[in-house]
T-cell receptor
Framework: NAGVMQNPRHLVRRRGQEARLRCSPV?????VYWYRQLPEEGLKFMVY????????ESGMPKERFSAEFPKEGPSILRIQQVVRGDSAAYFC????????????????FGSGTRLTVV | DAKTTQPNSMESNEEEPVHLPCNHS???????IHWYRQLPSQGPEYVIH???SNVNNRMASLAIAEDRKSSTLILHRATLRDAAVYYC?????????FGQGTRLTINP
């Protein structure tokens, strides 16, 4: 079984350009999560999606950032008009459906996309 | 999300056991205790999780206090490849919230 696939691994964008980060979850997983990690810092939750639905976007910046998980194809994290402060590692994780009682099974993380804004 | 407290860093020697502590005094009855680790330049990796009873798997053991206010991740025989940041996370809701974790250094 393939794990979570993220591409590209490295992405360089000039200020003002758009960045599109892709995440293919583990086959059969219907829950996708995006996290951002700034250099030398911890992982910050951004957004949680199920197929065609955004469940929790409490960690997403209000402007320039959007995420989708269509019925077919990978999940996409889109950053418009990138700025230097967007430079970070972006990790995607997936999980199967939630268990009962709110407990979570283990997440499987991808290797991340390292975005550099120049 | 309930908060966890971990030491910023720990150091151990190769082939010795390592006990990584985590305090979670505000844990609720439905919170599971999860441990993940992140090796340098990689994504986080699931290690183990439990609710009330101690748990063992091929990677580690998880010892949970009787009152569930603390837990300990045990690496039985550390190797250099175990050098990583270890995160203790409580989950009762739909997402995992990472803290700063413990940076574990393994000496040869």
């Amino acid at each position: 079984n393939a794990g979570v696939m993220q591409n590209p691994r490295h992405l360089v964008r000039r200020r003002g350009q758009e960045a599109r980060l892709r995440c293919s979850p583990v086959k059969g997983h219907s829950h996708v999560y995006w996290y951002r990690q700034l250099p030398e810092e911890g992982l910050k939750f951004m957004v949680y999606l199920q197929k065609e639905n955004i469940i929790d976007e409490s960690g997403m910046p209000k402007e320039r950032f959007s995420a989708e998980f269509p019925k077919e194809g990978p999940s996409i994290l889109r950053i418009q008009q990138v700025v230097r402060g967007d430079s970070a590692a972006y990790f995607c994780a997936s999980s199967p459906s939630l268990g009962t009682g709110g407990n979570l099974y283990g997440y499987t993380f991808g290797s991340g996309t390292r975005l550099t804004v120049v | 999300d309930a908060k966890t407290t971990q030491p910023n860093s720990m150091e151990s020697n190769e082939e010795e056991p390592v006990h990584l502590p985590c305090n979670h005094s505000t844990i609720s009855g439905t919170d599971y205790i999860h441990w993940y680790r992140q090796l340098p330049s990689q994504g986080p990796e699931y290690v183990i999780h439990g609710l009330t009873s101690n748990v063992n798997n091929r990677m580690a053991s998880l010892a949970i206090a009787e009152d569930r206010k603390s837990s300990t991740l045990i690496l039985h025989r550390a190797t250099l490849r175990d050098a990583a940041v270890y995160y203790c996370i409580l989950s009762g809701a739909q997402k995992l919230v990472f803290g700063q974790g413990t940076r574990l250094t393994i000496n040869p």
